[in-house]
């Protein structure tokens, strides 16, 4: 049975370019297409997901394609990236850099440029960055790849005259050391040209590397090796040596780093590898450290001790106390661990070092003086440009202090982050704290201790005070859905917001009627900008599961008829997966309120005779049954993770299996919504039986195992269930229970299947 339904899921891509072969042969005289398909045609085969109809070798008809749309070009390579056909995907970026114009041009230039590099293809990069398609490329990266496939294609004389003009081509002014590396490369191989280029080798013991600059720093060394004496780098052997050491730390080979620079020092005592590395550069000596840390730290630990500073004005200083601080905190002595790492904030000269500086102080105090540590993590906020940096130190203290009923640094963790954190930690510790306070943990004389003795009128001022900060914030619905149920305000959105006509008729005024299912919408009717119009082609070519590849960060600022018109014919079709990631940019925006479409959007229904099914047979409410397959599987059907769990409700075969045999279920298939879902509520019902029908506690036995959950329920004690889940060990176990939850609460909230807050209730076990 299996087999026969995955064979069957596969089969529609197959049977489409069965139809697009026939049309090749009825429809070669169509104007408005291409290889004999109209344009419609062409687009209906890429949204299904259809092998694209060109023979291996046949020459595409560029021309004819184009006309698809813009960006048709650039987005036939992407199906044909999706499809396997490496060639075809090269031959349409080229087209697509030559005749496609704007983004569609500059983002095809791109691929093609990390494509051809990546696969060694220097003759067909040669010609392009010589091309007019390459023009859009920024100028340095343009000259740098003209260089690259110069030297890889032997003309090194070549490569050393086009990387002359490089450094003024830079925008910042610091040298580049791969543009570096690869100036002494082509140096290297170039018989005739002198080597008065052999000195720069000197700049590499103090650049910086990424891990590339170590790769291709291994590269010249290769090489290096392999050339005649006259050609090699003006390097003493220990200056090669060095450079060598600093690329097997680099990419992490620490034995074999620690043995190179060890022999540098003349050996491993502590004195000569103290005197080497107060000899070099802040980024080799970083690597040295970085080396002896993880290959053998006990010796560097004695090597650091003799570099502690004793005086903040030498040369080297922050080095010195950042990593005697590291070797500390490795051999397990953290107080004086964080001591070191206190001198290195005071010795930091740029923010980077004194948030790394005060994290790993923070870090080190965390266990034996978790007071300590939230002290450390005031000062850090006060100062720091980047606030959630310390995001995940703020959850773990605060996830022990709950263990420990250390109601002291709760309440200082509330007053250290106020007005300081980032959003979302902040939404947490204000709920957190509350709760807190309300179950006898935060006393008042710690509230007195962290604010003051007249900062709050009385306990209940402050619970109240901190829950209607974690109801007023917009960064997580989850603690602002908690605060609502305690104070008792509304547990959901409106959902009569501004609402939104559909995008074919936007310009009518009055229609508020949406589109048929299975009609094809047209562009909304604003003026877009840029990356809508790019967004709106991807979706139109069937690419809009790209759309946060393509995008980034961009997409979360694109017009909001955008997203709901893409979202809605993802929606359409069945892929509700893509239209919540694309619609779900709308619902994180401030003051933005929410219609009942972009609800449903966000929070969809498929399937509903299957869930209704599996509700009456499990007895648990349908919305709860939503919200864990929203949180599981975004309602894939055959979606797999990484651990091996299949379907809507992820389970794994040997539950499957189980759960089955309990149901005296014989034939069952876990790609099948039906089958998956009657398995998965039924045994979420048995663990809610399990655990007393305790809601929360059946989430986290279904995501974590129920032997765990039991662990941790023993070392939280007697706790209500929402502060519970903030002491659980696992972050994926703890973000789950939020997640199904809050899902079920939305879709109890949208729908109307339930009362929310007693909905609520029932599932914080109240």
């Known amino acids: 049975m299996l087999a026969q339904t995955r064979g069957a899921r596969t089969a529609r891509p197959g049977f489409l370019t069965a139809i697009l072969a026939t049309a090749l042969i009825v429809s070669s005289c169509l104007a408005d297409g291409a290889h004999g398909l109209s344009a419609e045609q062409w687009l209906d085969a890429l949204e299904a997901g259809a092998e694209l109809p060109l023979a291996e070798g046949a020459r595409p008809n560029y021309a004819a394609l184009s006309r698809l749309g813009p960006g048709a070009l650039l987005f036939l390579s992407m199906h044909a990236q999706n499809q396997g ?73 070549d490569a050393a005259k086009s990387l002359s003009g490089l450094a003024a081509l830079a925008t910042d002014g610091e040298t580049d050391p791969l543009a570096l590396i690869l100036e002494l490369r082509a140096g290297l191989a170039n018989p005739r040209g002198g080597n ?10 103090s650049l910086e590397l990424e891990p590339a600059g170590y790769t291709a720093l291994a590269t010249l060394l290769e090489e290096e090796a392999a050339a005649p004496p006259e050609r090699r780098l003006a390097l003493a052997q220990n200056d090669r040596e060095l450079l060598a050491a600093r690329v097997a730390s680099g990419l992490r080979d ?85 001591a070191w790492f206190g001198t290195a904030a005071r010795l930091a000269t740029n923010a980077a070092d004194r948030d790394a500086s005060f994290w790993y102080q923070a870090e080190s105090l965390a266990a034996s003086d978790p007071l300590g540590a939230t002290g450390v993590v005031a000062t850090a906020l006060r100062s720091t440009r980047n606030p959630s940096y310390y995001s995940d130190l703020l959850e773990p ?4 202090a709950i263990l420990a009923r250390r109601g ?97 008729t936007a310009a009518e005024a009055g229609n508020e009627e949406p589109a048929e299912p299975g009609e094809r919408e047209s562009a909304p ?16 070519f069937g690419l809009a599961s790209r759309l946060r590849s393509e995008l980034g960060a961009e ?5 909001a008829d955008t997203l709901r018109h893409i979202a809605a014919n993802l929606a359409r079709r069945g892929n509700h997966a893509d239209a919540v990631r694309t619609i779900a940019p709308l619902f994180s925006r401030p003051s933005f309120t929410p219609s009942r479409q972009d609800r449903e959007l966000y929070w969809p229904r498929p399937w509903p005779e299957h869930f209704a099914s599996s509700s009456q047979d499990s007895g648990l409410p349908a919305e709860l049954l939503y919200g864990l397959a929203r949180s599981e599987s975004l309602f894939q059907a055959d979606v797999v993770s990484s651990a091996g769990a299949i379907g809507l409700a992820q389970l794994m075969p040997a539950t499957a299996e189980e759960t089955a045999g309990r149901l005296r279920l014989l034939d069952y298939d876990l790609y099948d919504p039906a089958d998956n879902l009657k398995l998965g509520s039924a045994y979420l019902a048995r663990l809610l039986a399990t655990v007393d029908g305790q809601v929360l506690p059946a989430l986290f036995s279904y995501n974590a195992g129920l032997g765990r959950y039991r662990r941790w329920e023993a070392s939280a004690g007697r706790l209500p269930a929402d502060l519970v889940l903030e002491t659980l060990e696992y972050a994926e176990t703890r973000q789950y229970g939020r997640n199904v939850a809050g899902a079920a609460a939305a879709y109890a909230a949208l729908y109307g299947g339930q009362d929310v807050e007693e909905f609520l209730a029932w599932m914080l076990g109240e």
């Open 85 to 157: 056909r490496t060639e075809l995907r090269l031959d349409f970026l080229e087209e697509a850099a030559k005749r496609e114009s704007g983004r569609y041009k500059a983002r095809a230039a791109e691929l093609l440029a990390d494509a051809l590099t990546g696969a060694g293809l220097y003759e067909r990069l040669l010609a392009f960055v010589r091309s007019s398609a390459s023009d859009t490329l920024e100028p340095y990266r343009r000259r740098f790849l003209e260089a690259l496939a110069l030297l890889e294609t032997g003309r090194p004389a």
């Open 196 to 205: 008065a280029w052999a000195d720069k080798a000197g700049l590499l013991w």
């Open 254 to 338: 620490y034995g074999d780093a620690v043995t190179r620079f060890a022999s540098l020092a003349g050996g491993k005592d502590a004195q000569s590898l103290a005197a080497l590395v107060r000899s070099l550069p802040r980024a080799s000596a970083s690597d040295a450290a970085r080396a002896f840390v993880y290959g053998l730290p006990d010796t560097g630990n004695n090597a650091w001790a003799l570099m502690a500073p004793g005086d903040p004005g030498l040369p080297g200083a922050f080095h010195a106390a950042f990593w005697r601080g590291r070797f500390l905190r490795t051999a397990g002595k953290n107080t004086d661990a964080a």
């Open 397 to 400: 203290l605060s996830r022990k």
């Open 408 to 504: 002291d640094v709760l309440a200082a963790l509330d007053a250290a982050t106020l007005g300081r954190a980032d959003a979302w930690d902040r939404a947490r510790l204000a709920y957190l704290s509350a709760r807190a306070s309300a179950v006898g943990i935060i006393q008042p004389a710690h509230l007195s201790a962290a604010f003051g003795n007249d900062a709050f009128a009385s306990a209940a001022d402050y619970q109240e005070r901190r829950l209607e900060e974690a109801y007023d914030q917009h960064s997580d619905s989850w603690y602002r859905l908690l605060a609502g149920y305690r104070l008792g305000r509304p547990l959901a959105e409106p959902a009569d917001g501004p609402g939104w006509a559909p995008p074919d």
């Open 525 to 540: 009717a604003i003026q877009p900008a840029e990356a809508d119009n790019y967004a709106l082609a991807l979706a139109r």
């Open 555 to 559: 997409r979360l600022g694109l017009g």
